[in-house]
């Protein structure tokens, strides 16, 4: 660039892509990977296979919380990305019903190109029209599995173009019919060099039992603790000589082979200095995070907390409409002082203008929200549901979450009050309607998750719930729920009976639908 004032060209550079899976900011602790070379070599062994064979396949890492799953798709990411193009969806604890979440996650950044690709396909209507749906747009009828069909046609498409890396992380947390979606894929795709990366602590083999079976088409590996040497290795990287020796090996003893526990036991340690006490080193990775945080002060604690209730992502705007204004200056400072110390990063964010942070561990999102007292937690709750309501323009099942959140908290601290049931009300509208979406996409586990938290929450005989209970009853009647199907129409029945003016004439409807 010729510039005013340089006497010479002076050379820029344009920022090209964002690694999904790396720190916004370079934290003092990472530090090279230790061990996992096995498990290094398979997953790029998998990805040689796609590769060469142009064919998909699912690979699940399974392992406990901070065993280093996460750190190890990011190795694999790393060594394949010039390559392949890389997606990152994320399931989140408080996704209940919100099935296709991470899916919009990974597929936000391609929307434009997906477009394009679909221009010239025989079946680009169908296709754009359950992707539409996906992404918040009406949802039309749809016929069993045509969202996962075409989520798989938009991968193919997709990877013959480039190959795909699609890593989905917290897989635990999925919703059922989202995890057929992924084992559908993984089967299913032709022709397009597809790598499916789940991501999931061993509390998915309750959802998914087969995933242990070495044939049922998933390739899982188990994460095990690192050896006591690895862990060694790894701890004296992370102090990188900062820290003496004795406290080390106390570190290596404790952190028991768990990647995350060695790394906030090396930051705890380099906090506390000299004032260090072997003896006294939290023991539980939840009481030595509980420990780091007390240490926080009381500004930057705040602020954390706050994140905490958005969610493991959560936005700079977010937590500044949680702040009070006199406080409103110092977010930035104390986000950033948050960065430095391991706790939060910098993420991609699909806000325009928003900066996105990601807690650098659920347990430490978790370990913030629960130093919150029940009466802030519901105020901060409805806050943020305002938020994405105006901000972010909030999917329904998210924003019906908070309110959700906001409502139970309140109810249990004064369930008389007029607030109390406005909350219950707007919570039950926001969950029914993406029940009903759910109910029109074939996703039916959704939908029940859905209408039945909508329907709890809204008022007896409320013209709206009468609605949610008959569509409630069709889907327990889809799912093969008969008896089940016959209870909610029944008690739809009997409250339209009690009920008068127009509600009467729900009465009709849900005899109908019996």
Same mark, same amino acid.
């Given at each position: 660039?010729?510039l005013?004032?340089?006497?010479e060209?002076?050379?820029a550079?344009?920022?090209?892509?964002?690694?999904?899976?790396a720190?916004?900011?370079?934290?003092?602790?990472?530090?090279?990977l230790?061990?996992r070379?096995?498990?290094?070599r398979?997953?790029?062994?998998?990805f /040689?296979?796609?590769l060469a064979e142009?064919?998909?396949r699912?690979?699940a890492?399974?392992?406990?919380?901070?065993?280093?799953?996460t750190r190890l798709?990011?190795?694999?990411?790393?060594?394949?990305?010039t390559?392949?193009?890389?997606?990152?969806?994320?399931?989140?604890?408080?996704?209940?019903?919100a099935?296709?979440?991470?899916?919009?996650?990974?597929?936000?950044?391609?929307?434009p190109?997906v477009?394009?690709?679909? /221009?010239?396909?025989?079946? +680009?209507e169908?296709?754009?029209?359950r992707?539409t749906?996906?992404?918040?747009g009406?949802?039309?009828?749809?016929?069993?599995?045509?969202?996962?069909?075409?989520?798989r046609?938009?991968?193919?498409?997709?990877?013959?173009?480039?190959p795909?890396?699609l890593?989905?992380?917290?897989?635990?947390w999925?919703?059922?019919?989202?995890l057929?979606?992924?084992?559908?894929?993984?089967?299913?795709?032709?022709?397009?060099p597809?790598?499916?990366?789940?991501?999931?602590?061993?509390?998915?083999f309750?959802?998914?039992?087969?995933?242990?079976?070495?044939?049922?088409?998933?390739?899982?590996?188990?994460?095990?603790?690192?050896?006591?040497?690895?862990?060694?290795?790894?701890?004296a990287?992370?102090?990188?000589?900062?820290v003496?020796?004795?406290?080390?090996?106390?570190?290596?003893?404790?952190?028991?082979g768990?990647?995350?526990?060695?790394?906030?036991?090396?930051?705890?340690?380099?906090?506390?200095?000299?004032d260090v006490?072997?003896?006294?080193?939290?023991?539980?990775?939840?009481?030595?995070?509980?420990?780091?945080?007390?240490?926080?002060d009381?500004?930057?604690?705040?602020?954390?907390?706050?994140a /905490?209730v958005?969610?493991?992502d959560?936005?700079?705007?977010?937590?500044?409409?949680?702040?009070?204004?006199r406080?409103?200056?110092?977010?930035?400072?104390?986000?950033?002082?948050?960065?430095?110390?391991?706790?939060?990063?910098?993420?991609?964010?699909?806000?325009?203008?928003?900066?996105?942070?990601?807690?650098?561990h659920?347990?430490?999102r978790?370990?913030?929200?629960?130093?919150i007292?029940?009466?802030?937690?519901?105020?901060?709750?409805e806050?943020?549901a305002?938020?994405?309501?105006?901000?972010?323009?909030?999917?329904?099942e998210?924003?019906?979450?908070?309110?959700?959140?906001?409502?139970?908290?309140?109810s249990?601290?004064?369930?008389?009050?007029?607030?109390?049931r406005r909350?219950?009300?707007?919570?039950?509208? +926001?969950?029914?309607r993406?029940g009903?979406?759910?109910?029109?996409r074939?996703?039916?586990?959704?939908?029940?998750?859905?209408?039945e938290?909508?329907?709890?929450l809204?008022?007896?005989?409320?013209v709206?719930?009468?609605?949610?209970?008959?569509?409630l009853?069709?889907?327990?009647?889809?799912?093969?729920?008969?008896?089940?199907?016959?209870?909610?129409?029944?008690?739809?029945l009997?409250? /339209?009976?009690r009920?008068?003016?127009?509600?009467?004439?729900?009465?009709?409807?849900?005899e109908?639908?019996?």
């Amino acid at each position: 660039l010729t510039l005013r004032g340089a006497a010479e060209p002076v050379e820029a550079f344009s920022l090209v892509r964002v690694d999904p899976l790396a720190p916004g900011v370079a934290r003092a602790l990472d530090a090279p990977l230790v061990g996992r070379v096995d498990e290094l070599r398979m997953l790029r062994e998998a990805f /040689a296979s796609v590769l060469a064979e142009r064919s998909c396949r699912l690979v699940a890492l399974v392992g406990d919380a901070g065993i280093g799953k996460t750190r190890l798709a990011r190795e694999l990411v790393e060594s394949v990305e010039t390559e392949a193009r890389v997606l990152v969806g994320r399931c989140v604890p408080y996704g209940d019903g919100a099935t296709y979440l991470p899916l919009v996650d990974a597929l936000a950044e391609v929307r434009p190109e997906v477009d394009d690709l679909l /221009a010239s396909e025989e079946d +680009r209507e169908l296709v754009d029209a359950r992707i539409t749906a996906l992404f918040g747009g009406e949802a039309t009828p749809a016929a069993s599995g045509e969202t996962a069909w075409a989520v798989r046609r938009v991968l193919e498409l997709l990877a013959r173009e480039r190959p795909v890396v699609l890593v989905f992380d917290d897989v635990h947390w999925g919703e059922p019919t989202f995890l057929d979606l992924i084992e559908y894929v993984g089967a299913w795709t032709q022709d397009a060099p597809v790598l499916l990366l789940a991501l999931a602590r061993p509390d998915v083999f309750e959802l998914r039992p087969t995933w242990s079976d070495p044939n049922s088409g998933v390739a899982t590996t188990r994460l095990e603790p690192l050896a006591t040497s690895e862990v060694r290795a790894l701890v004296a990287n992370l102090a990188g000589g900062d820290v003496d020796e004795a406290p080390l090996d106390r570190v290596a003893e404790l952190a028991e082979g768990y990647p995350l526990f060695a790394e906030q036991l090396v930051a705890y340690v380099a906090e506390a200095g000299d004032d260090v006490d072997l003896e006294t080193i939290p023991a539980t990775i939840e009481a030595l995070l509980a420990s780091r945080l007390d240490r926080l002060d009381s500004d930057e604690r705040a602020v954390l907390e706050r994140a /905490a209730v958005v969610g493991r992502d959560f936005w700079r705007g977010a937590v500044a409409a949680l702040t009070p204004e006199r406080e409103l200056a110092a977010v930035n400072r104390h986000l950033m002082s948050l960065v430095r110390r391991g706790l939060v990063r910098a993420a991609q964010s699909e806000l325009p203008g928003e900066d996105a942070f990601r807690f650098h561990h659920a347990l430490v999102r978790d370990v913030a929200y629960a130093g919150i007292p029940k009466s802030v937690r519901a105020e901060r709750h409805e806050r943020c549901a305002d938020w994405l309501e105006h901000r972010a323009g909030g999917p329904d099942e998210v924003v019906g979450y908070h309110l959700e959140q906001a409502h139970g908290y309140r109810s249990e601290l004064g369930p008389g009050d007029r607030s109390v049931r406005r909350l219950g009300v707007e919570a039950g509208e +926001r969950l029914g309607r993406a029940g009903v979406r759910a109910l029109a996409r074939g996703d039916t586990p959704a939908a029940k998750n859905l209408l039945e938290r909508a329907t709890g929450l809204l008022p007896s005989a409320d013209v709206l719930r009468l609605e949610l209970l008959a569509e409630l009853g069709v889907a327990h009647h889809l799912a093969g729920e008969v008896d089940r199907a016959t209870d909610v129409f029944s008690t739809a029945l009997d409250e /339209a009976v009690r009920s008068r003016d127009r509600r009467f004439e729900m009465r009709g409807r849900i005899e109908l639908a019996m």
